[in-house]
C-alpha cells in the first residue's frame, strides 16, 4: 500500500508540475478578467482543479482569485496547503479527504510568485485494490497450506507406512498372534525395508517356535504325568478305604499324601487345559440358552440354593447365543475362588447392557488389592494368597483359564471392590450377546 501511494504521488506531483508549467504560458496571453476555467479543462488532469492567482487590495490583504474544475470547492483544500504553495511560493502535498474520498492534494507555485494551481488524485481505488488483495492472499494462502498439510500427510504416511506396518505387527504379536507376517515380496525392491522384514519375520519364527516347543513340553509332561497319577490315585483310595487300620502317623501321613495328590492333579488337568488354548485346539461351542437358567444352576451346584441370585425380571426370558459349558466354568471357579478365599458367595447378579451381558460374582472375604488385580488373572498368579499353604487346593492356573475362556467367547474378566462399599470382591465376567466370529489363523499384513 504504500508503495502504490508513493507512486501516485510521484506521478500526480510530476503531472501538476508540467501542467503549472503550461499555465504558466498561457496566462501570459489572456487578460486580466478573462474566465481561465476552460484553460483548465484542456489540461491533463485526473481529479480536480484548482488555479489561484494573487489579488492586490487596497487595505493590503490578502486576496486570491480561485478558478477550479470538479465537485469540490476552494473550503475543501486544506488553508495550510494554500499558504505554502500560494504566498510561500513553495511545492507541497498533502492528503485530505472530501465528500467521503481520500485525495492526494498537490499544490505548484506558478513563476513570477502571481499564485499557484493545484490538482486533486483520488487514492480510494489504492485502498479497495489493496483490500481485494488482502483478501485474495488470505484465501488463496488458506487454500495453499490446507493443499500443503494435506499433501504432507499424504508424503508421510506414505513415507511411514511400512513402518506403520511393522508396528502393527509388532503389536498383533504382542497381543499372542504369533502367526502374524509380513509380506516380505512387497519390500523386496526396498534395500532398507527389505532386510529389516526378513529379520523381523525370522524373529517371530524363532519366536513362535520357542513358544510352540515350550507349550509342547508342558503338554507333553502332563500327558506322562496322567498315568503315573491315575495309579497313585487308585491305591491311595485302597488304602484310605484300610485307614481305620492304620496307625495314627500313619493316617496323618496319609491325609497329607490325599492333600497333595488332589492339588497335584488339578494342577496336571489345568495343564492340560492351558495346552490346548496354547496350540489353538479349542473351539467355540455357542448354543442358544436361557441366560438366568444356566446362571441359576451353576449356582446351586456350587455356591448352593440359599445363594442369591439378582435380576432384572426381564432377563428371565432372555435367550442368547453362549456357549454354556464354558460359561458354568467362568461362574464355577469364580464361586470356588469366594469360598476358598472370600468367606463363601454372597449373591450373584446378572445385568444386561449396550449389547453385552455380565455375571458378577460377590463375595465378603477381604477383597483384591489394586496393585494384583489383572496379575491374577496370570498364569500361577495367587495374589496375596500366593504364601498360605493352607489357603485352599489352588495352583494359580484357575483364574487364567477364566481369562482364556472369556477370551474365547469375545468377553473379559475383571475383579474389582464391591459397589456397596462394604469389605469383599467383585469378580466380573462380561459378554457379547453375539458370539464372536471365527478367525483364520494365519493372519498377513
Avoid: C
Avoid at 302 to 314: L, S
Avoid at 383 to 404: K, Y
Amino acid at each position: 500500500r504504500r508503495s502504490l501511494l508513493a507512486d501516485r504521488e510521484r506521478r500526480t506531483i510530476t503531472r501538476t508540475t508540467d501542467s503549472a508549467t503550461t499555465l504558466d504560458g498561457l496566462l501570459q496571453s489572456q487578460a486580466a478578467d478573462a474566465d481561465l476555467n476552460p484553460l483548465l479543462g484542456d489540461l491533463q488532469a485526473q481529479g480536480p482543479q484548482f488555479l489561484m492567482l494573487k489579488e492586490s487590495s487596497p487595505s493590503g490583504n490578502r486576496m486570491v482569485r480561485t478558478y477550479f474544475t470538479g465537485d469540490l470547492s476552494e473550503s475543501d483544500l486544506p488553508q495550510s496547503l494554500i499558504t505554502r504553495s500560494v504566498w510561500d511560493s513553495e511545492a507541497a502535498v498533502m492528503r485530505l479527504e472530501a465528500d467521503g474520498t481520500m485525495y492526494t492534494a498537490v499544490g505548484v507555485p506558478l513563476s513570477g510568485a502571481k499564485g499557484a494551481y493545484f490538482e486533486l488524485n483520488a487514492i480510494d481505488d489504492i485502498t479497495s485494490a489493496v483490500q481485494s488483495q488482502t483478501v485474495i492472499l488470505i484465501i488463496v494462502g488458506s487454500i495453499t497450506t490446507m493443499a500443503g498439510t494435506a499433501l504432507g500427510w499424504w508424503a508421510s504416511r506414505r513415507a511411514l507406512r511400512p513402518l506403520m506396518m511393522v508396528g502393527e505387527a509388532a503389536g498383533r504379536i504382542a497381543d499372542g498372534h504369533l502367526e502374524t507376517r509380513l509380506d516380505a515380496a512387497d519390500y523386496a525392491e526396498d534395500p532398507e525395508l527389505g532386510p529389516l522384514v526378513s529379520s523381523f519375520n525370522g524373529m517371530v519364527e524363532k519366536l513362535q517356535a520357542r513358544i510352540d516347543r515350550d507349550a509342547r513340553f508342558a503338554s507333553d509332561v502332563s500327558h506322562e504325568l496322567r498315568s503315573p497319577l491315575t495309579t497313585i490315585n487308585a491305591s491311595v483310595d485302597v488304602l484310605g478305604r484300610a485307614a481305620d487300620n492304620l496307625p495314627e502317623r500313619a493316617r496323618t501321613a496319609l491325609n497329607l499324601l490325599e492333600s497333595d495328590l488332589v492339588r497335584f492333579t488339578q494342577l496336571v488337568e489345568d495343564l492340560l487345559e492351558i495346552s490346548r488354548f496354547d496350540a489353538g485346539a479349542v473351539r467355540l461351542d455357542a448354543n442358544e440358552i436361557s441366560v438366568m437358567g444356566v446362571v441359576r444352576r451353576a449356582v446351586d451346584a456350587v455356591a448352593g440354593e440359599d445363594t442369591p441370585v439378582v435380576a432384572d425380571d426381564e432377563l428371565d426370558a432372555l435367550v442368547v447365543a453362549l456357549d454354556k459349558v464354558r460359561v458354568v466354568r467362568v461362574l464355577s471357579n469364580f464361586m470356588d475362588n469366594a469360598i476358598k478365599y472370600g468367606e463363601g458367595v454372597e449373591r450373584v447378579e446378572v445385568d444386561r447392557g449396550d449389547g453385552t451381558l455380565s455375571i458378577a460374582v460377590i463375595d465378603s472375604g477381604p477383597g483384591v488389592p489394586a496393585e494384583e488385580r489383572e496379575l491374577i488373572f496370570e498364569r500361577f498368579s495367587r495374589g496375596i494368597q500366593g504364601g498360605r499353604r493352607g489357603a485352599g487346593s489352588g495352583v494359580g492356573l484357575g483364574l487364567a483359564l477364566v481369562a482364556e475362556h472369556a477370551r474365547l467367547m469375545g468377553g473379559q474378566v475383571s475383579v474389582t471392590e464391591r459397589d456397596d462399599g462394604k469389605s469383599g470382591a467383585r469378580f466380573v465376567l462380561t459378554l457379547p450377546e453375539t458370539p464372536p466370529v471365527d478367525i483364520e489363523s494365519v493372519v498377513e499384513l
